[in-house]
């Protein structure tokens, strides 16, 4: 049941979209935005300078800029949850600790520190089952107090309908950076020349170009999650994802909104995101990538590989799991109205 009283959730992460696109941060996004549309209050306070100077509001999540200059931990003290990602998450479990107010932790990798920050937070949320089953071991020998009290499996959630298009004719890599392997993708670009290639560059991380430009690569800027669709998945013939690591893979469920195809190198993370519409090659095989990319551009292959897409992304609805993060959270400021913390 939503708590019948509207809660004061408060994040404090580095960054954030429209100017941050990173998969965790649109991750961080999609549960806030659950949140409001629960009736609860969620405010987001960026710990890093960034290009947007003045408050903002992202679909009903409100956006405090560093610049603001405004007393965070005064704004803590009077929250009902909060809640952190990646580098803030030692600094907002102080607070949290200080001020007897519950948190969350959301994890969005396999990283020792990942794990390490979050031990005795009262809520870990976990990405994937695979990563769930990294904390358990993590956390094996730790004593009951110092591990996350509670956790919860919330994959990263992609709302179909907003990324749904009619797909493109181009190869696509979205962050060209190495480890997603932007080095690949030019590679594979200039051995099929008569292939139109699309890269995107990245939030982070040195972008990959071709040593000379290519004819048939073209390279865009950094893009924000709610233009993907219109600058990114309707000019998509094939997704590409040759990850050294993923630990889900959010590019390649929002591409398979759409009957998009995607081909990715077999991490823990994106063959569980991808399931039985996943393609895979190893990426530090090119000509495995050429043979492979070329079968599924195929006019039947490709049908069997759309299909198979949407059918996963159908199971991907993540409805389910937004409803157990937003009652995990209201569970949390339950617990402590009732004065059930134990610290």
């Known amino acids: 049941m939503t708590d019948p009283r509207p809660l004061k959730v408060t994040a404090r992460v580095h960054a954030y979209p429209p100017a941050h696109n990173a ?101 870990a949320v976990y990405n994937s089952h695979w990563m769930r089953a990294e904390a358990e071991v993590f956390y094996g020998e730790f004593a009951d107090h110092a591990r996350p009290q509670d956790s919860a499996i919330v994959r990263p959630p992609v709302y179909a309908d907003e990324y749904r298009t009619t797909p493109g004719e181009c190869v696509t890599l979205v962050n060209l950076n190495a480890d997603k392997g932007g080095d690949l993708f030019w590679r594979l670009a200039a051995r099929m020349p008569q292939t139109k290639f699309l ?33 990114v998945y309707s000019r998509s013939r094939v997704v590409l994802m040759p990850s050294s690591y993923e630990s889900w893979g959010r590019v390649g469920v929002e591409a398979l ?26 990426r530090d095989d090119l000509d495995s990538w050429l043979s492979v990319l070329a079968t599924v551009l195929e006019p039947d292959a490709y049908a069997t590989a759309s299909a198979r897409a949407l059918e996963r992304s159908a199971e ?21 109205g009732e004065g059930d913390r134990d610290r």
């Not at 990646?86 to 607070?95: D, G, K, R, W």
């Not at 982070?204 to 993907?228: A, F, K």
């Not at 990715?264 to 063959?271: E, F, I, R, S, V």
């Not at 993540?318 to 569970?331: H, N, R």
Request: a negative charge; aromatic letters at 6%; proline letters at 8%.
């Open 23 to 123: 998969g965790g941060e649109w991750m961080l996004h999609s549960m806030l935005r659950a949140l409001v549309e629960r009736g609860h209050e969620a405010t987001v306070w960026l710990s890093r300078y960034g290009p947007i100077p003045h408050r903002y509001t992202l679909d009903g999540v409100q956006v405090i800029p560093f610049q603001a200059r405004i007393d965070f931990a005064a704004h803590a003290r009077d929250s009902d949850v909060l809640l952190s990602h990646l580098e803030n998450v030692p600094m907002v479990a102080a607070l949290a600790r200080e001020y007897g107010v519950p948190m969350a932790a959301i994890c969005h990798n396999t990283h020792l520190p990942t794990f390490r920050h979050a031990a005795g937070v009262d809520l």
């Open 257 to 282: 909104a759409s009957g998009i195809p995607v081909i990715a190198h077999p991490t823990p993370g994106l063959t569980e995101s991808l399931g039985h519409a996943g393609i895979f090659a190893d």
């Open 199 to 231: 890269g995107v560059l990245g939030a982070y991380g040195d972008q990959i170009r071709p040593p000379h430009p290519l004819p048939n690569l073209e390279i865009i800027d950094h893009i924000s999650g709610h233009d993907m669709r219109e600058k």
């Open 316 to 336: 991907l609805d993540p409805a389910g799991d937004l409803k157990t993060w937003a009652e995990a959270v209201e569970a949390l400021a339950r617990r402590r």
